[in-house]
């Protein structure tokens, strides 16, 4: 049996690769089987991570498992979809054991955190890259889309803005700071935390939905093209944390959260009718804005300027696009 | 808009791509959705190519984009799930149009012949590789696996071996012969003609099946193991193409047959009593042995002895594991 053999027997045995609802064959032949309840439909999403673009060679590879399993787990939360199961698919330049015990902690840590099954994969040599595929279900024409957001609706994020963006520097080692704000925001950065309750409450209220790994202004701008809507942000409800204002201060630390990306925190519009349920529900549910006729997005001030950035660019770890 | 971006773009824009049975939410939001009958469940499996593994860096880019997506759909025939659609993770270390043109053309053509769809996935920068996911249906309770397999049974393959893993010469450059051996050979490496239509109609006729990739003898192994029985197989009944035995002779393609792997014919166990309707409707089923009580896989001359390999390795493409 070849070392790579070995990885995948590794994986079969962890715990979240152990049998489970939903999963009627799992990791050790051609193909896995799922089965997707009557009336629901099947949520599916895959992320590539690749080392020296999307995270440093060097980093920590219990964080890695973490944060690869969390991004993707993101985009179900995003569709209102409860989480099934995972596959994944390693590259490897070489076999390390103690990587790999550290990667699979990580990785399962996130797995059952979000109940996801490992079902399946592939592991191979060659440049370090993490290719993961997310399954997860939910009720058929109950998925929340990008497409749907009316004038009238207000707009709105499941929390504080700008810490993953924000966390960049440290993660490239550019910048330090006191420990207790930079473990903050390093945590946000490795273990994003995929708004799935959030995503399923959401379902038959919000018109449109989605994560937030682009920033805020670019992904707003997603939801504007797709629902055919103009987004008006008005620039000081932008919920942000203590650990990003005590970091960055009050505008390096809004251009973070405007344009930093990595957040995996949950934009979508609601009928204002709908908001009470949400937050009497306990939800966390900030509205940083509304929902008119148009296109685009614009970011006023508090006395109704338009203050919208020329560029909304936003940088993950190197990657260019 | 970067150019990763106008990647996804064209990617949307592929036949294959377009909305279809199935397919409720293609391309272009955080998550697909599928929509599963009910009382089917979903197949699901994940290959990764990685370049310089397990292709040439320098190889023709329609007939890896074929290749890539061959050697997965393949994998839904061994479970006998009809195909459904499928999610490209494409890592590029640079945006070339003529190459990516030729990529997506081979994929395309491969996507139509096999009724697969592209759902979504993810376009990045890096060391070239490529991962696919495959979605296929099946009747619950009815997929093909590993384990099911009876002494008594007749152990069939689906067509000519060692034809994908004579050509890995001619892939490297190793080895040339008379044009219309090798064209013949590397045909049957860069596409893989997944055997659906075969693995369907064993659905209640097989009591196991897989599609050969690393090679017959290997593979076997994987039944004999996952079914707890023991495989002979009849040297003389292996079935081999006249492009394999012209280029390389009786025993070196013999070689090629039970070691070489890549070959993506289905290898499969039968009651004697299922035999006669599946080749009176035409289907390729070739016996070459039995499934007897034990453990293992043994192959046996035309007097019965004993002649299995010591060696049972196969190689893909550089690959070690």
Chains 1, 2 share one sequence.
């Not at 064959?25 to 099947?42: H, K, T, Y």
């Not at 440049?127 to 009238?152: K, N, Q």
């Not at 924000?166 to 993660?171: F, W």
């Not at 979508?268 to 949400?278: A, C, E």
Request: glycine share 12%; proline share 6%; charged share 15%.
């Amino acid at each position: 049996m070849g070392e790579f053999e070995l990885i995948r027997n590794y994986f079969a045995a962890a715990p979240c690769a152990q049998p489970g609802e939903g999963v009627a064959l799992g990791i050790g032949d051609d193909c896995a089987l799922l089965s997707v309840p009557a009336g629901e439909q099947l949520a599916v999403s895959t992320d590539t991570l690749v080392a020296g673009v999307h995270f440093p060679d060097a980093c920590d590879p219990f964080l890695l498992g973490q944060r690869a399993l969390g991004v993707s787990a993101s985009d179900l939360a995003a569709m209102g979809a409860k989480p099934l199961a995972f596959t994944l698919a390693l590259t490897l330049p070489e076999v390390s054991a103690a990587w790999l015990e550290a990667f699979a902690r990580g990785l399962n840590l996130m797995a059952q955190g979000c109940s996801l099954r490992l079902i399946g994969g592939d592991t191979t040599r060659g440049p370090l890259s993490i290719t993961v595929t997310v399954f997860g279900t939910v009720p058929a024409g109950m998925a929340l889309t990008r497409a749907g957001a009316r004038p009238g609706d207000l707009l709105c994020v499941g929390g504080a803005l700008g810490d993953g963006g924000g966390a960049l520097p440290l993660v490239l080692n550019q910048r330090s700071s006191e420990a207790s704000t930079t473990q903050a925001l390093l945590a946000r950065y490795w273990s994003p935390q995929p708004q799935l309750a959030l995503g399923q409450a959401l379902r038959g209220n919000a018109t449109s939905a989605l994560d937030i790994s682009d920033g805020l202004l670019a992904d707003c701008g997603h939801i504007a093209l797709a629902s055919g809507v103009r987004l008006l942000i008005e620039r000081d409800r932008i919920p942000m944390s203590d650990a990003l204002l005590g970091f960055f201060g009050r505008d390096e630390g809004l251009n973070a959260a405007l344009s930093g990306g990595d957040d995996y925190v949950l934009a979508f519009t609601l009928p204002p009718s709908r908001l009470d349920s949400l937050t009497s529900a306990g939800l966390p549910v900030s509205v940083i804005g509304q929902v008119v006729a148009g296109q685009g997005v614009v970011l006023l001030d508090d006395l109704g300027q338009d203050v919208t950035p020329l560029t909304r660019g936003y940088q993950h770890f190197r990657e260019t696009r």
